[in-house]
């Protein structure tokens, strides 16, 4: 049996981390190669989440969990994450560097377990998953993954607040998935710094291709979402349509309100802070979603308060 208290420790420092070198972090020197690379490695928490002995739920909740569109997704993403991540591992020569990808890349195999194990015990039907193939490009895979999760980790902190806040998901749930969402915080935090670490580290004449290489990745990142958008299956879908949008379309479902798109981005914003806000200030945040939300938000009325 494990120690209660063991368990609570190591749950408080996968969520606060600080370097133990002096001064500012230089953006691609070795001190910002360590400092990233450690915080990935020293706030990993080997108990959670972990398979759990599911709860029973009611017949009510577990249809609210059966309805949510997004688990073939969710599973076949994290099962194309942990790949494309251990992939791009092997070519690292870096010591540390590649000790913190490939734990980046276990993290992520645990996320599908917990995910797989999950829909199996509630009874949620899943599209076979397909093969997951080796990338050709692992550079190329490993960006996809990190900017997708930039992305998709911002409106899912939002979400997940609101499930937790009005009681959609029950509290076993929501104690499982909790560290799920703060181990993809500690994944974009330590991604974002490894951008700007390897471009500082590419020769001069190489960092023009590599920026061209990130702008194509957010081009791909944006077709693939606005195509998501168009519609999501066809004649052959299952019942459940699965959405790769939901994390930006789901408040309603999860929250049992109707917020507006104003309403929600204030929680985004409000969750991704706070997420973070216990890592090394003088590490690099991801700032392209959060600055066009704000941009966004700046034209958007402010929300109507709720009525009591």
Same mark, same amino acid.
């Given at each position: ?6 368990? &609570? ?5 996968? !969520?606060?981390?600080?370097? $133990?070198? %002096? ?5 691609? @020197? +070795? ?63 870096d010591p540390l560097l590649r000790q913190a990808i490939e734990l980046d890349g276990f993290e992520e195999g645990r996320h599908k377990e917990v995910l797989a194990n999950l829909v199996a015990a509630y009874?949620?039907?899943? &599209? ?5 193939? !080796?990338?050709?490009?692992? $550079?190329? %895979? ?5 900017? @997708? +999760? ?159």
């Amino acid at each position: 049996m494990l120690d209660d208290a063991v368990v &609570a420790q190591a749950d408080r420092t996968a !969520r606060r981390w600080s370097s $133990e070198d %002096a001064g500012p972090i230089v953006p691609g @020197s +070795e001190t910002h190669k360590r400092a990233f690379c450690r915080m990935l490695l020293e706030t990993h928490n080997r108990f959670k989440p972990s398979v759990i002995d599911w709860p029973e739920l009611d017949p009510e909740a577990r249809e609210r969990l059966l309805s949510l569109p997004i688990w073939d997704i969710a599973v076949q993403t994290e099962g194309k994450a942990r790949l494309r991540v251990l992939s791009y591992a092997e070519g690292i020569a870096d010591p540390l560097l590649r000790q913190a990808i490939e734990l980046d890349g276990f993290e992520e195999g645990r996320h599908k377990e917990v995910l797989a194990n999950l829909v199996a015990a509630y009874g949620i039907r899943l &599209a076979p998953e397909p093969p997951y193939l !080796r990338p050709r490009d692992p $550079e190329w %895979a490993f960006m996809v993954t990190g900017f @997708s +999760e930039c992305i998709d980790s911002f409106f899912a902190f939002g979400l997940f607040a609101l499930a937790k806040r009005s009681g959609f998901f029950p509290a076993a749930l929501v104690d499982t998935f909790e560290p799920v969402m703060q181990e993809e915080g500690r994944h974009i935090l330590f991604f974002v710094n490894w951008v700007a670490w390897h471009r500082r580290n590419l020769p001069m004449w190489r960092r023009p291709w590599f920026a061209l290489r990130v702008a194509a990745v957010w081009v791909f990142l944006v077709w693939e979402r606005i195509g998501i958008a168009r519609g999501i299956g066809g004649a052959d879908s299952a019942a459940t349509p699965q959405d790769n949008n939901f994390t930006m379309t789901g408040s309603k479902a999860v929250g049992a309100v109707d917020l507006s798109a104003a309403a929600l981005i204030d929680v985004c914003l409000a969750e991704n802070a706070r997420r973070l806000a216990g890592y090394d200030p003088r590490l690099l945040r991801p700032a392209l979603v959060p600055r066009l939300m704000r941009l966004l938000r700046r034209f958007m009325r402010a929300p109507r308060p709720a009525v009591p």
